[in-house]
C-alpha cells in the first residue's frame, strides 16, 4: 500500500468547503437522480462524513423512508448527528465500511462519495455493499484518479513532482477512479453508467478548496519531492499567473444482481 501523509479522515470545514463548490454540487446533484430512490426506501451513505448528502438522501426517501449514514470517525459521525438532528428519518452510527452494521439484502439505495480512495479494501467494501444491498438494488460510486491530475506550469518538472507526490503520498489509494468499473463487476454488481465528470479548474482560489494547493505544496517539501525555493516559485506562478488544473473524477451507477 502507498505511503500516506495524511489520515483518512477530513476535517468538516474542507468537506462543506468542497460540496459548496460548483463541481461537487454538480456531480451531487447527478448521482442523486441516477439513485432513482423512492419513498419508503431505505438508503445507505458509506462513508458519510459531516452528512453533507443525508439531508437530499433523506427528502427522498420521504417520512416512511430512512437515510442512514455510517462513518468510521466519531468527529464527523457526532457532526452529522447534530446535523441530522431534526430529521426523524436520519440515522448515523459509527462503523466500519468492511463491516457494515446491516442485515444482507435490506438496503434499497447505496453510495460511496471520496471514500474508496481512503479504505484499506475498496474491493472488500465492494463486496460488503453488495451483501447489504436488495437484488436490483442501485449503488453510485464516485472516486478521483490522483495519478491524472494535471496542473499547468512553465516547469513541467516541477509540476510532474508536486503531482508525484500527490499520486504516491497523499491517499491510500489514488487511483481507484480508474479501477472502480473493474472493482464493482468483481464484486458482483451490474455497470448501468460509467461517467467521468472531470474535475476542470481555472481559478486558485477553488483549486485550493479541492486540492489544498497551499499545504500539499508544504508536505511535499517536507518529504523531498520539492525544494522549498521551488515550492515558492511554484506557488507564486499558481497565484498570480493564469491558472489550470484538471484531474479525472469517476462516477459509476450500478446494480445488485
Ligand atoms: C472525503 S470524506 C467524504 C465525506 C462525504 N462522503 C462527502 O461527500 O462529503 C471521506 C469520509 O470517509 C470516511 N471513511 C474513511 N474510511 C472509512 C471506513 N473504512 N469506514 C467508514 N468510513 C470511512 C472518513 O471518515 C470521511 O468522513
Same mark, same amino acid.
Given at each position: ?71 468510521q470517525d466519531p468527529d464527523m459521525v457526532a457532526t452529522a448527528r447534530a446535523r441530522m438532528a431534526d430529521r426523524p428519518n436520519v440515522q448515523v452510527c459509527r462503523a466500519d465500511a468492511h463491516r457494515l452494521p446491516f442485515a444482507s439484502n435490506t438496503i434499497d439505495r447505496a453510495r460511496t462519495d471520496r471514500v474508496l480512495m481512503h479504505v484499506a479494501d475498496p474491493a472488500a467494501v465492494l463486496a460488503e455493499l453488495h451483501r447489504v444491498l436488495r ?56 455497470? &448501468? *453508467? ?7 479548474? @481555472?481559478? #486558485?482560489? +477553488?483549486?485550493?478548496? $479541492?486540492?489544498? /494547493? ?17 515550492? &515558492? *516559485? ?7 499567473? @493564469?491558472? #489550470?488544473? +484538471?484531474?479525472?473524477? $469517476?462516477?459509476? /451507477?450500478?446494480?445488485?444482481?
Open positions: 500500500m502507498p505511503r500516506t501523509d495524511t489520515t483518512s479522515a477530513a476535517p468538516t470545514p474542507y468537506l462543506d468547503g468542497v460540496a459548496a463548490t460548483d463541481l461537487a454540487r454538480s456531480y451531487k446533484h447527478d448521482l442523486l437522480a441516477a439513485l432513482a430512490i423512492e419513498p419508503g426506501h431505505h438508503v445507505l451513505d458509506v462513508g458519510c462524513g459531516p452528512g453533507t448528502d443525508l439531508a437530499a438522501l433523506a427528502a427522498a426517501a420521504g417520512p416512511t423512508g430512512t437515510a442512514f449514514g455510517v462513518d437484488p436490483a438494488g442501485l449503488l453510485t460510486l464516485a472516486e478521483p484518479d490522483w495519478d491524472t491530475l494535471a496542473i499547468d506550469h512553465p516547469d513541467l518538472a516541477l509540476s510532474r513532482a508536486f503531482t508525484r507526490y500527490v499520486a504516491e503520498r497523499v491517499n491510500h489509494n489514488h487511483a481507484v477512479g480508474r479501477q472502480l468499473p473493474r472493482l464493482a463487476a468483481h464484486a458482483g454488481f451490474t455497470l &448501468r *453508467a460509467v461517467r467521468n465528470p472531470a474535475a476542470v479548474l @481555472t481559478d #486558485f482560489d +477553488t483549486a485550493e478548496t $479541492i486540492l489544498g /494547493l497551499r499545504r500539499t505544496t508544504a508536505r511535499a517539501v517536507a518529504a523531498g519531492y520539492i525544494t522549498a525555493s521551488d515550492a &515558492r *516559485a511554484w506557488l507564486e506562478h499558481l497565484t498570480t499567473g @493564469t491558472f #489550470f488544473a +484538471t484531474t479525472s473524477f $469517476i462516477t459509476v /451507477l450500478a446494480q445488485s444482481a
